[in-house]
């Protein structure tokens, strides 16, 4: 199976930007649907974007979208996560995932496939 490691977390003052990378490694990556959670303390996981192996459909939740931007690119194995605006909520560790069903990441299946998560701090 794929393999994921993210990058790019880190602090960044209210009103900053990151762009968040995951590489993956392993089986074929353009065979996944790709997204990206995160997990604040003390809450539970959310779903953040994702985005479609095929043609690149993309899917954000409410809170990101207008701020967030995923993509990928399958020549480079790569899955970025472009985050302008942020806002000291948007304070997480930061997960990829992969999955073979759109379902299975909307319902955070026990199929989905993680990175070790990168952490994200917007300060105030």
């Known amino acids: 199976q794929v393999q994921l490691v993210e990058s790019g977390g880190g602090l960044v003052q209210a009103g900053g930007s990151l762009k968040l990378s995951c590489a993956a490694s392993?089986?074929?990556?353009?065979?996944?649907?790709m997204c990206w959670f995160r997990q604040a303390p003390g809450k539970a996981r959310e779903l953040i974007a994702s985005i479609t192996w095929s043609d690149s459909t993309t899917y954000y939740a409410d809170f990101v979208k207008g701020r967030f931007t995923i993509s990928r690119d399958n020549a480079k194995n790569t899955m970025y996560l472009q985050m302008n605006s942020l806002k000291p909520e948007d304070t997480a560790v930061y997960y990829c995932?992969?999955?073979?069903?759109?379902?299975?990441?909307?319902?955070?299946?026990?199929?989905?496939?993680w990175g070790q998560g990168t952490q994200v701090t917007v300060s105030s």
């Open positions: 392993g089986r074929t990556f353009s065979n996944y649907h």
């Open positions: 995932a992969a999955a073979t069903s759109i379902f299975n990441i909307q319902t955070m299946h026990r199929e989905l496939i």
